[in-house]
């Protein structure tokens, strides 16, 4: 069974950091794209980044470049989203998602972890 | 970007009744050299993550019920839910990814009338 469980959301202060990581169990996690969506009430659902199988192509929407960086350890079947200088407007619930390619549906979502940005 | 678009926002339906939900895209997400549509169709339920039902505009995912359809091509879409059941109601959501970023509807709320 795929299952795929993320950890690290919390409350954060404006300018900070915070680290999310999303353990993948059930499947080859090292032959699949993964990628990081959020979810707000306001602004729904949005991708964030995703990354290739062997993390040697990453691609990330306009609003978090160069704050952002998706990563991934395939011997520890995980995958990274290090998020710094946030800012209230990344107050989201956040879902890893596996692709099967970087031009395919997400066909798998973990449960989300909530990451809140305030002080 | 493409900017995908929903209608309508909220939509209340009979039991056994059919549901219908638009999407319409801002560019057209049909692949020339394979014609394929790279649209998707992703149902959430209260406190759960969104979940595949449809890909390729029209290919059911595996388990998904078959009152579900999808249809359309280029730039409108339709899902279709052909008789109501009440474990239907959710958020369904449209998404392309025929270019990065992928992006989704806005979403419609389903609800039973």
């Known amino acids: ?119 | 970007d493409i900017v995908m678009t929903q209608s309508p926002d909220s939509l209340a339906v009979s039991l056994g009744e059919r549901a219908t939900i638009n999407c319409k895209s801002s560019r057209s997400v049909l692949y020339s050299s394979n014609n394929k549509n790279y649209l998707a169709w992703y149902q959430q339920k209260p406190g759960q993550p969104p979940k595949l039902l449809i890909y390729w505009a029209s290919t059911r995912e595996s388990g998904v019920p078959d009152r579900f359809s999808g249809s359309g091509s280029g730039t409108d879409f339709t899902l279709t839910i052909s008789s109501l059941q009440a474990e239907d109601v959710a958020v369904y959501y449209c998404q392309q990814y025929y270019s990065t970023p992928p992006t989704f509807g806005q979403g419609t709320r389903l609800e039973i009338k």
């Open chain 1, 1 to 119: 069974e795929v299952q795929l469980v993320e950890s690290g959301g919390g409350l954060v202060q404006p300018g900070g950091s915070l680290r999310l990581s999303c353990a993948a169990s059930g499947f080859t996690f090292s032959s699949y794209w993964m990628s990081w969506v959020r979810q707000t009430p306001g602004k729904g659902l949005e991708w964030v980044a995703n990354i290739k199988q062997d993390g040697g192509e990453k691609y990330y929407v306009d609003s978090v470049k160069g704050r952002f960086t998706i990563s991934r350890d395939n011997a520890k079947n995980s995958l990274y989203l290090q998020m710094n200088s946030l800012r209230a407007e990344d107050t989201a619930v956040y879902f890893c998602a596996r692709d099967s390619g970087r031009y395919d549906p997400f066909d798998y979502w973990g449960q989300g972890t909530l990451v809140t940005v305030s002080s």
